[in-house]
């Protein structure tokens, strides 16, 4: 750590407004059920930012992530948890363990995107963040969705690099897991929450009796962490799927990943756990073989 200090006081406080929302995470990650471990990495990163002598935004700015995992006990998916507060002013992983998660209508806001292609994106193409949908912009898939032309791709993607606040072509992930891995992670969940020993959270949208009923699940594949949840969007409510598709959030390269589980209703994959966007995968798994209908679209 090399940045020279600055004087204490309010550049300061941008280090006490980040340590407790990483505090808060380590608070609903101990009511959630989630390791002791991942808990405690929380919580000791909070201790260290607080006694940063030098504004953890400045750090950033001269290092990038190198600079902040210099920090004691910030590893580098905390380290990108303390980036999302410096860039985007909020810290996804928070909303999503507060019940907040809105993957749709981060999306409207941008030009040439309404409710309706803001749903595809989402539940087509597993677009849950500006993130990942920045990521979409420069791998292909916006491009193959039907209506995402030229121009609209160009004004989309110059709204990304302002709100992220920077360029990035984003590289695809060496380290994604497997199917495999992935549907036992969705049968893990889907299997407690259907016993009932998950505990639940009280989403923000679509429940104006503020119930908690989404469980939500904390485990570890290896060293990989995942948190899964029904999908609690429009669609899957307006189609009656929201105990059946499962997101599963999980570390990837430089950024979290997400993925939805569906069963399809049609096609080889008809009746099975299948992850949207690997169909082929998921017959290789199976060992059924493609009809050449296998997208699991809104089902």
Same mark, same amino acid.
């Given at each position: 750590?090399?940045?020279?200090?600055?004087?204490?006081?309010?550049?300061?406080?941008?280090?006490?407004?980040?340590?407790?929302?990483?505090?808060?995470?380590?608070?609903?990650?101990?009511?959630?059920?989630?390791?002791?471990?991942?808990?405690?990495?929380?919580?000791?990163?909070?201790?260290?930012?607080?006694?940063?002598?030098?504004?953890?935004?400045?750090?950033?700015?001269?290092?990038?992530?190198?600079?902040?995992?210099?920090? *004691? +006990?910030? =590893?580098? #998916?905390? !380290?990108?948890?303390?980036?999302?507060? $410096?860039?985007? %002013?909020? @810290?996804?992983? &928070? /909303?999503?363990?507060?019940?907040?998660?809105?993957?749709?209508?981060?999306?409207?806001?941008? *030009? +040439?995107? =309404?409710? #309706?292609? !803001?749903?595809?994106?989402?539940?087509? $193409?597993?677009? %849950?963040? @500006?993130?990942? &949908? /920045?990521?979409?912009?420069?791998?292909?898939?916006?491009?193959?969705?039907?209506?995402?032309?030229?121009?609209?791709?160009?004004?989309?993607?110059?709204?990304?690099?302002?709100? $992220?606040?920077?360029?990035?072509?984003?590289?695809?992930?060496?380290?994604?897991?497997?199917?495999?891995?992935?549907?036992?992670?969705?049968?893990?969940?889907?299997?407690?929450?259907?016993?009932?020993?998950?505990?639940?959270?009280?989403?923000?949208?679509?429940?104006?009796?503020?119930?908690?009923?989404?469980?939500?699940?904390?485990?570890?594949?290896?060293?990989?962490?995942?948190?899964?949840?029904?999908?609690?969007?429009?669609?899957?409510?307006?189609?009656?799927?929201?105990?059946?598709?499962?997101?599963?959030?999980?570390?990837?390269?430089?950024?979290?990943?997400?993925?939805?589980?569906?069963?399809?209703?049609?096609?080889?994959?008809?009746?099975?756990?299948?992850?949207?966007?690997?169909?082929?995968?998921?017959?290789?798994?199976?060992?059924?073989?493609?009809?050449?209908?296998?997208?699991?679209?809104?089902?």
């Amino acid at each position: 750590m090399t940045v020279a200090a600055s004087p204490a006081g309010p550049a300061l406080l941008v280090n006490a407004r980040i340590a407790r929302r990483l505090d808060e995470v380590a608070h609903l990650l101990d009511e959630q059920d989630a390791s002791a471990f991942r808990i405690m990495a929380y919580r000791n990163a909070a201790a260290s930012l607080r006694a940063l002598p030098v504004p953890v935004s400045d750090l950033y700015t001269h290092e990038g992530l190198a600079g902040l995992e210099t920090i *004691p +006990g910030v =590893g580098h #998916v905390i !380290a990108r948890a303390i980036r999302d507060q $410096l860039q985007l %002013g909020r @810290l996804p992983l &928070l /909303e999503r363990l507060r019940g907040e998660v809105d993957p749709v209508g981060a999306f409207e806001g941008l *030009p +040439g995107i =309404g409710p #309706v292609l !803001a749903e595809r994106l989402h539940h087509e $193409l597993g677009i %849950g963040s @500006l993130e990942d &949908l /920045e990521a979409a912009a420069h791998d292909g898939r916006l491009q193959a969705l039907p209506g995402f032309g030229a121009k609209r791709l160009a004004a989309v993607t110059a709204a990304l690099a302002g709100r $992220l606040g920077r360029v990035r072509v984003a590289l695809p992930d060496e380290d994604e897991p497997g199917v495999a891995e992935l549907l036992d992670v969705d049968r893990e969940y889907r299997e407690r929450a259907g016993d009932g020993t998950l505990p639940t959270i009280a989403p923000r949208r679509f429940n104006p009796a503020h119930q908690a009923w989404l469980p939500v699940l904390h485990t570890e594949r290896g060293d990989r962490h995942y948190t899964a949840l029904f999908s609690n969007t429009a669609l899957a409510h307006r189609l009656g799927r929201t105990h059946d598709w499962v997101v599963l959030y999980y570390d990837g390269r430089g950024r979290e990943r997400q993925c939805t589980v569906v069963t399809p209703h049609s096609g080889s994959l008809r009746g099975r756990r299948a992850v949207r966007g690997r169909e082929v995968e998921c017959l290789a798994y199976y060992g059924v073989s493609h009809t050449g209908a296998e997208a699991t679209g809104a089902e």
